[in-house]
C-alpha cells in the first residue's frame, strides 16, 4: 500500500512538472536586457522575462569582494503586458540595432542590450555609453523602454549605472 502510495505521488509530481513545462504562452512578449555598468570591473546583470510572465534576474560583481546573486519572480500579466505598450509609444523596434558613440572603444563604459520579442516582431537594440550617443532622442526612447522592463522588478533590484 505505502508503494503505491509513492508511486501515485512521485507520477502526480511528475505529471504536475510535465504539464507546467507545456503551458501555453499567456501572452506574445518576451525580454531580455543586459547591461555591464563599467566593463570588467562593473556588475553584469541579466534580466529575462518569458512568456508565462516568470522573471530571472542574475546579477555578477566583478569588483571586491566578487559574487554574483540570482532570483525569480512571477510578475503580474497585465504589467508584462503595459511593457508592449511602452516599445510601441517609444517606437523600440525602428531603433537602430547598434547605437555607439563614435571613435569610442568599448571597454569600461556602460553597455546595454534589450532584446524584445512582442506580438511576433522582434528586434535587438544595444546601447554602449549611451551618455556620448549623440542621437540623444534616440537613447531617450532606448531607456523609456528599459526603465520599464525594470520597473517590473523589486525597486533594490536595479542596476547603478552612472
Wanted: aromatic share 10%; hydrophobic share 45%.
Amino acid at each position: 500500500m505505502m508503494r503505491s502510495c509513492v508511486a501515485l505521488l512521485l507520477g502526480a509530481s511528475l505529471s504536475a512538472s510535465a504539464w507546467a513545462q507545456s503551458k501555453p504562452p499567456l501572452f506574445d512578449i518576451s525580454v531580455e536586457a543586459v547591461v555591464i555598468t563599467a566593463g570588467p570591473y562593473g556588475e553584469f546583470w541579466d534580466l529575462k522575462i518569458d512568456q508565462q510572465a516568470n522573471a530571472r534576474v542574475e546579477v555578477w560583481w566583478r569588483n571586491w569582494p566578487p559574487g554574483n546573486m540570482e532570483g525569480s519572480f512571477l510578475l503580474n500579466t497585465d504589467d508584462v503586458e503595459k511593457i508592449a505598450v511602452v516599445a510601441e509609444k517609444a517606437d523600440f523596434f525602428a531603433l537602430p540595432a547598434k547605437m555607439h558613440p563614435r571613435g569610442v572603444m568599448s571597454l569600461h563604459a556602460p553597455d546595454f542590450r534589450l532584446q524584445m520579442m512582442v506580438r511576433g516582431r522582434s528586434h535587438k537594440v544595444e546601447l554602449y555609453q549611451p551618455n556620448q550617443v549623440e542621437d540623444r532622442a534616440q537613447v531617450d526612447r532606448f531607456m523609456t523602454v528599459w526603465n520599464a522592463v525594470f520597473d517590473l522588478l523589486p525597486s533594490r533590484l536595479r542596476p547603478t549605472v552612472k
